[in-house]
């Protein structure tokens, strides 16, 4: 009954797009968000039951999700090595649908146009989260959306704000991605353009600015022909202007070019100084050890102080760098992460193929400030837009080793 209802074909269409809401629903109450995964796995059910042949995946892919799902058997190792081991595993519960998105797009995707559909949800989504901002901020300080006062902003982003700065630059990327795909000139796309622009300026997220000019940067070398170059050469400059004019901005570029009074250098400097002073530095502490007491890191600075000439680190703070984080609960195995993450960025450069090496690359800058699977948000950003890249990569190795063998 359900085959005579559902081709394979649609439902194959409808599985891949319910995984991409997870990504368009960040901006929600993360119940929304995780409606579009029981939905996925529900239809990845039906898949199985029905169609059981279109989820087997040869040996590269398999590869690839083996590389995809690295922090789940990462953090499962972390979880057995803890003292309490029934009250951590939530730490990998949390992770769990980075093994659910990547496995539906490395099985399923065929073709970007499929996911036309929530693509376009995911702009549009988007656009109405810049409203909203806009919305309440001015209801509270109307001159914050001028002079950009962090504070203030900070506190009505739908999102933390360095996820609401890279989804919105997502944003940007996939309504250019469509723009060039489709050659429609809409008279939707600029003032769409304008407004998640704006957004990503009003999220007052430095990375997100970072990526926002890395687009234009591939776009530049990858895409564009003469005319889009002095655009995109204008775009910058004229981004370059809006930090330095914006005195919030400037000085928090300013701290973070400063190492002394930088707050990141801070904190991955206690990550190092715990490793350092480990029991078990080459094979990593549990994480339920560590996160035994689990702090802010607004309070680091004066434990370190307190600590004077006995600080050997202090446990409880997040590293916020993914890398460094898997290195303090893994050891040397956590290096595996990183040369995983490397190697997928390499793949994606070699395709000179700016939408893959935005969707892949994005997520491992983010990597860079952030220990993105320790909220659902940097779960969201790992399982959607750096496994559909993976997919796209996948896709296109093995179209052309079919090309290899028609050849020859």
Known sequence: MISKRLDQQTLRVFTLNAAFLYLSLAYFNFAYANISLILTAGLLVVNAVVYPEILKLNKTKGIWLLILCMPLLLTLWTVLKSQDINGNWHFLTD???VLLISFVFLALFRAIHELKYSITAFILISAGA????????????????????????????????TYFGTYLVLAVLSLIHFYYQTHRKTIWFFPLMLMLVYGIWLS?????????????????FFKSNLKGKLMLLILMAIGVLA???????????QKAMTLKTDPRVMIWNNALQVIEHSETPWTGMGIGDYYEHKYDTYWLRGDIKDSGKFYEGCLGYEPHNQYLDFF??????????????????????????YFVMALVLIPLMNMLTDSVLMRQWGVILY?????????ILAKRAEEKSLDFYKNH
Request: glycine share 6%; proline share 4%.
């Open 243 to 253: 930090v330095l004019n914006t005195a919030g901005m400037r000085a928090k570029f």
């Open 204 to 220: 007052t997220a430095r990375l997100a600015y970072l990526q926002l000019v890395f687009i234009l940067f591939l776009l530049f």
């Open 95 to 97: 992770r769990l649908p």
């Open 328 to 353: 303090l609960f893994n050891g040397v195995f956590g290096m595996i992460f990183l040369l995983g993450m490397l190697y997928l960025g390499w793949q994606a450069f070699k395709t000179k193929d």
């Open 383 to 391: 399982a959607v837009p750096l496994s559909l890249g993976v997919a």
């Open 130 to 161: 810049v409203i909203y901002t806009i919305a309440s901020v001015y209801s509270a300080d109307p001159q914050a959306l001028y002079h950009i006062n962090t504070d203030v902003i900070q506190r009505f982003t739908p999102t933390q704000h």
